[in-house]
């Protein structure tokens, strides 16, 4: 069988050589799913979720094991990795609790008679295509719902971070989850996987996490047989800083969200907007806080940023830079890439600060997916709502104030599907996760990502 490598990101090392399955393997993996099916869909939900827990219990026990591997292959620091692992391991724990949890309605009768009920049904094989910035939870955070509301699954992780999906998919054959249930599709070639769970019927649903360009795609595929989707396509997050904010608080929420696995979340911020009555204040605190940063090898337990994933992720946060400068922007920090010494064979950019930016540089309508702030003042709330909500995206947006009801009437008013209020991190197992506008549809997490893999069917008797 082909094969392809898997390098580390922070020193160009081989890590491993992983199957690079086709079309052909990929059809075999959605029939072991389809023949597994109905055996694994009436299984009792608590039989399901005793599953879920054995995994959830080897990840924690394991979580060492699996950080090391996900910071080798991925490049986030080894703390932020070992944190992702028990955030991964969450997920599996609360949907192995939500699907034991009552679910179905018993409706009024319109008629003498008649009794009217509602039941969930799993929706049958799924296809989960998941990122490489959270190689563990973005496994679990579809797959455990999955699972859990009773459907079988084909898995394709990036091809830029396989051993992680390898590592947990090998902890659920521990648990002794039963074959065909769930299935591992490495590949080298995700258009052409892609295109066998889109066209293949017996995939009745497709979870698809990555850009808007493919996500357009995606929908066009699954347009032919109206095949469900849910999707999530990235967002480009404001950060308002409010006059009445507390700055030093404010600035380190501006770093949490910034420079987490070096920018590299889908919820980042991209664009920091503060009132032009702090702007000084605020600006000269970050870049304080941001200066104090280690960068280096992220398995170094004192490193804070670590590489970017590929060299393409890196030309394009370069690219963003270059272009901000050449349109008029002010550089305070950072600005190059690093080639000295340890950072030779790696993919490191310096945290970078931006200052005197305009919503006609592509930084500022661009999602950069890098360690770069650019930071723009406003003069009041309306301006900087507006300018918030011009973005075509909306998967999350955060502020800082001390006044409730601002804090109320903003959050209202932002277009986005998750709003974090003096909240740089809002993410949580229990909690749903997704965007509006063109950031996708569907959510993960929560209550309402298990009902991504659930039919609601009506039962209706007349006596």
């Not at 992702?84 to 008679?113: K, M, N, S, T, W």
């Not at 997916?369 to 909306?394: H, I, L, R, W």
Request: hydrophobic share 45%.
């Amino acid at each position: 069988m082909r094969t392809f490598e898997v390098r580390n990101p922070a020193t160009g090392e081989l890590l491993s050589r992983v199957p690079d399955a086709g079309a052909e393997e990929t059809g075999a993996a959605v029939h072991a799913a389809a023949q597994a099916f109905p055996a694994w869909s009436q299984r009792p939900a608590k039989e399901r979720a005793s599953f879920l827990f054995r995994v959830r219990d080897l990840m924690l026990a394991r979580q060492e094991n699996l950080a090391q591997i996900l910071t080798s292959e991925e490049g986030k620091s080894i703390r932020e990795a070992r944190g992702e692992i028990g955030y991964a391991a969450d997920f599996l724990g609360f949907f192995a609790e939500e699907c034991q949890r009552p679910r179905g309605e018993v409706l009024p009768a319109h008629v003498p008679g008649k009794r009217l009920v509602t039941i969930p049904q799993p929706i049958g094989v799924a296809g989960l295509i998941t990122i490489w910035n959270f190689p563990a939870a973005g496994i679990t955070r579809p797959m455990g719902a999955a699972l859990a509301a009773g459907c079988t699954v084909v898995v394709k992780p990036p091809e830029q971070t396989p051993l992680s999906a390898i590592a947990i998919f090998d902890l659920f054959e521990e648990a002794g989850l039963p074959p065909g249930v769930a299935n591992l599709i490495t590949t080298n070639q995700p258009e052409v996987v892609g295109q066998e769970l889109l066209a293949n019927p017996l995939v009745r649903k497709l979870s698809f996490t990555g850009s808007l360009e493919v996500g357009r795609q995606v929908m066009r595929g699954a347009a032919a047989q109206v095949k469900r989707l849910s999707l999530e396509l990235g967002g480009h997050a404001p950060f308002i800083v409010f006059e009445d904010t507390d700055i030093d608080a404010a600035a380190r929420g501006a770093v949490a969200s910034k420079f987490r696995n070096a920018g590299q979340t889908c919820v980042a911020l991209n664009r920091i907007y503060v009132h032009e009555s702090i702007l000084d204040g605020f600006t000269s605190r970050f870049v304080e806080l941001v200066k104090a940063l280690k960068m280096g090898n992220p398995l170094d337990e004192s490193v804070q940023v670590g590489p970017l994933i590929n060299e393409a992720g890196l030309q394009k946060v370069h690219e963003h830079v270059e272009d901000a400068l050449a349109r008029g922007a002010k550089l305070l920090l950072g600005g190059h890439r690093r080639t000295d010494g340890e950072f030779a064979r790696g993919f490191f950019y310096e945290p970078t600060i931006l200052a005197r930016v305009s919503h006609e540089m592509r930084i500022m309508h661009e999602e950069t997916f890098g360690p770069v702030a650019p930071v723009m003042a406003f003069a009041s709330e309306e301006e900087v709502v507006a300018a918030a909500n011009q973005s075509p995206t909306g998967l999350a947006a955060f502020f800082f104030t001390r006044d409730l009801t601002r804090a109320t009437r903003v959050a209202e008013r932002l277009e986005y599907g998750i709003v974090g209020v003096n909240d740089p991190l809002p993410g949580a197992a229990h909690v749903p996760f997704g965007g509006v506008k063109q950031s996708g549809f569907g959510k993960e997490g929560g209550r309402l990502g298990l009902e991504e893999f659930l039919n609601t069917k009506l039962i209706s008797v007349l006596q």
